[in-house]
């Protein structure tokens, strides 16, 4: 399977990125991502963001290191999510959200971390099912049929949830369409 790594970067206009630009913050999360995960695995080589979803072990040391705001920062800067929709998922204030980014040695509890990586892995998918951060974000917030009408991006508050949702993404990305 081909997992592509030219995430698109959403801003405050989501859409207003060029493709360059969308690369160098993609290059940006990898490069930020490779030295991470060698301070916490048996990890030598140069790391992208699509293998560090594949490497399942990986995966679960960093949740259990817990995430550096900086790289929340960047993984935040490619996801369609606003400030808002990410206190909510992370169950928390938008001032404590405001007091972590200006204390630069924080890193996110466990429990918060596999939030922020669930969705990251969410959105990385989308893009690559969709072809688009546009079209991701239209589905992301449209009812649909297969999740009981319901948005996709209200189902991913949860775990459960969040693979429905990538599930659906998955039949999406086969052509099986319920």
């Known amino acids: 399977m081909l997992i592509r790594t030219n995430v698109v970067i959403l801003k405050t206009n989501v859409f ?3 493709y360059d630009e969308q690369n160098i913050a993609i290059n940006e999360v990898n490069e930020s991502l490779s030295v991470y ?7 030598s080589r140069k790391i992208s963001f699509a293998d560090f979803f594949q490497d399942k072990m990986l995966l679960v040391q960093a949740i259990r290191r817990g995430l550096p705001y900086s790289i929340f920062s960047q993984i935040k800067s ?3 999510f606003t400030d808002a929709d990410w206190a909510e998922y992370l169950d928390l204030s ?7 980014r200006d204390d630069k040695n924080f890193y996110f509890k466990p429990i918060h971390s596999e939030k ?6 969410v ?3 989308g893009i690559e099912v969709f072809g688009s951060s546009e079209k ?3 589905w992301l917030n449209s009812p649909t049929y297969s999740l009981n009408g319901h948005k996709p991006g209200e189902l991913i508050k949860d775990s459960y949830g969040k693979e429905m949702v990538m ?3 998955n039949r999406i990305e086969h052509g099986i369409f319920a």
């Open 16 to 18: 207003a990125m060029s």
């Open 116 to 121: 922020i990586f669930e969705l990251a892995e």
């Open 123 to 125: 959105t990385n998918f």
């Open 167 to 169: 599930a659906e993404l």
């Open 37 to 43: 995960v060698k301070n916490i695995g048996n990890v």
């Open 78 to 80: 490619f996801t369609p």
């Open 94 to 100: 938008s001032k404590t959200l405001q007091r972590y």
């Open 136 to 138: 991701f974000y239209r």
